[in-house]
């Protein structure tokens, strides 16, 4: 192992190890700690060798032994590859694209080069050593170059959070030159007792955002790789807003719809993520401008021009393959005298407020084409919306609708199937007139997460009493569930195979027979409104379908007609004049009971 690395330049020049994970047996255990190579399914006996687009990465262990694992993830950049495929009419064709940080600083490509030789590990799957896939590990995790012009305080406030203990060392311009300073690069280094795949997330995502730049060009789905690598740690970070506006390079399109899915599963106001007002952040908690921040000014143009960064010139564009925008965004560097010092209030007098784009909370729906956004800026006697009327996003709709349903019906006692975890069980408990309140998810991990986000350990016993948690499917008949007063399905009908949606009529409105049951449903048509949301598309990948007004109708109908109910039909959000609304909710009461409370039967259907 020593005679390969030396022959590789690697001994003696940590440059170029750019990432090194140890693991330590704690005492006591009954494991080796060379079984981090099963978790990280690499063999400490071997090097090996993986191809990618911009050189090759190896992984090696100068380590290995029962008490103390060391595995290293080596880069080899190859310049000219890097920069293959530039056209030189692109504006930063230079010698930088040759000469720069790339071989040697902890950036995207290290992140890339994670997801692609650890994707196993990152995603938590083990099957030799399941147990310790699940187990907080003894880990140690060193980087000795990272880029990171908010300094050591940067890196501290977006490690410091998820656990770690953070040591920081600058490196200086030019140990020879010890007057000319410190640059803004680190060696970094993380302790503490973390679950692999969770320490490899956070180096995924948190690495080019501490580098403040991207290799590749920056498509659609970059918002559902964020939410995916950062599930279960990033929606309740606390520099959540700071961390998705440097991952998605200020896309102020994309920030907008990855601060509102985050506001949602943390059951934040998008207000305070910044997902309804669209301004540049200035100098922020992290220090952005005092070392060189960036502005956010995109600019359209063609594909040529689409490999655009945001400080180091010459690095090639990634095909993802998926959902491109054909516009580019270039990133203009702000001189730290000059920037100013932006905040939301000086947004809007400058004229930058987002508009009223409702985003979807675990459907991803992108932004409104120009039309549908102007016309859901005005109310309903026609006239403009000002910012103190701007309306809510569409998941706070969503649920307030629901509550409104429920308040008409007067219910008490309200199952919630499909709970997930929890954005409608905690504004149940806040309203006492519900009594009894029972959250149903077939994820059991999800069931935790609602208890862990609810405080129910924390919260006063008389609340608690009020709320029940049940792992179970919809599409099981249980009875559990019999006797309640509603129970409500918040866009969850189209997580469901249609061929299983007989299964779930019957167990809901047969079996369980709740006097009242509230359905919402994402309006297909409405999906024309969502100017990065391709023809034929869902707004959800989970989705197993997505019905028009009329297929909605025809199935809550039925629904109804087949079980003993009436329904009635509502649209939900700001409702465009051709396309309708984007949520559908269905009212489902027992035709033998009250009608509910200034109940439209116009709309109500036996």
Request: hydrophobic share 40%.
């Amino acid at each position: 192992m020593e005679n390969f690395l030396a022959a590789m330049g690697w001994v003696g020049d940590d440059r170029s190890m750019l990432l090194t994970i140890t693991c330590t047996r704690p005492e006591g255990a009954d494991w080796p700690a060379t079984d981090l190579g099963f978790l990280l399914h690499k063999n400490p006996e071997r090097v090996q060798a993986f191809e990618q687009s911009y050189g090759t990465a190896h992984v090696v262990y100068p380590e290995a032994d029962p008490a103390r694992c060391t595995a290293a993830l080596v880069l080899e950049v190859d310049p000219i590859r890097l920069v293959r495929g530039r056209s030189r009419g692109t504006p930063d064709f230079s010698l930088g694209q040759y000469v720069n940080d790339r071989p040697y600083a902890a950036s995207s490509l290290l992140s890339v080069a994670i997801g692609a030789v650890f994707r196993t590990a990152l995603h938590g799957q083990c099957k030799a050593r399941p147990e310790l896939a699940l187990a907080a590990l003894p880990l140690r995790i060193e980087l000795p170059a990272v880029p990171c012009k908010g300094g050591a305080e940067a890196a501290e406030r977006v490690f410091t959070p998820l656990g770690w203990r953070v040591s920081t060392t600058p490196l200086p311009l030019d140990p020879a030159f010890p007057e000319w300073g410190d640059s803004h690069y680190l060696r970094l280094a993380l302790t503490g007792e973390m679950r692999l795949a969770d320490a490899l997330s956070h180096l995924y995502v948190l690495l080019p955002v501490l580098d403040g730049a991207k290799h590749y060009w920056m498509a659609a789905d970059e918002v559902d790789k964020l939410i995916r690598a950062g599930d279960g740690w990033l929606a309740e970070h606390p520099e959540r807003g700071w961390i998705a506006r440097r991952y998605l390079a200020r896309r102020q399109s994309l920030v907008r719809t990855a601060l509102a899915r985050l506001a949602e599963i943390d059951e934040a106001d998008p207000d305070d993520l910044g997902a309804v007002e669209d301004y540049v952040d200035g100098a922020n908690a992290l220090g952005d401008n005092a070392s060189g921040a960036f502005d956010t000014d995109v600019h359209v143009g063609s594909a040529a021009s689409s490999h655009a960064d945001s400080s180091i010139s010459g690095q090639t564009a990634d095909s993802t393959g998926s959902r491109g925008l054909g516009s580019t965004t270039q990133i203009a560097l702000l001189d730290a005298a000059e920037a100013p010092r932006s905040s939301p209030d000086d947004a809007a007098s400058d004229g930058m407020r987002a508009d009223t784009r409702a985003v979807a909370p675990h459907t991803g729906e992108p932004a409104l084409t120009d039309a549908a956004a102007g016309a859901s800026a005005v109310d309903s006697a026609g006239e403009q919306r000002t910012d103190e009327t701007r309306t809510p996003s569409l998941a706070v709709q969503r649920r307030a609708a629901v509550l409104a349903a429920l308040g008409e019906i007067g219910a008490q006692r309200v199952l919630d199937l499909g709970c997930g975890e929890g954005a409608l069980l905690r504004e149940l408990l806040a309203d006492p007139m519900f009594t009894e309140i029972v959250g149903v998810d077939v994820s059991t991990r999800a069931l935790h997460i609602a208890k862990r986000k609810l405080r129910l350990d924390r919260m006063p016993e008389r609340v608690a009493r009020r709320l029940t948690l049940l792992q179970g499917a919809l599409t099981y008949t249980d009875a559990r569930l019999r006797g309640y007063d509603a129970a409500v399905l918040m866009e969850v009908i189209e997580h469901v195979d249609p061929p299983r949606l007989g299964a779930l009529e019957h167990a809901v409105f047969a079996t369980a027979a709740p006097g009242s049951v509230v359905v919402t449903t994402p309006n297909s048509e409405y999906n024309a409104a969502y100017e990065t949301l391709p023809a034929g598309k869902f707004r959800h990948d989970d989705h197993r379908f997505e019905w028009t007004r009329a297929e909605f109708a025809a199935w809550a109908t039925g629904v109804a007609q087949r079980n003993g109910y009436r329904v009635q039909l509502r649209p939900v959000g700001a409702e465009h004049p051709e396309l309708g609304a984007p949520t559908q909710l269905a009212l489902f009461t027992r035709a033998d009971g009250p009608r509910p409370t200034g109940e439209d039967t116009k709309g109500a259907v036996r």
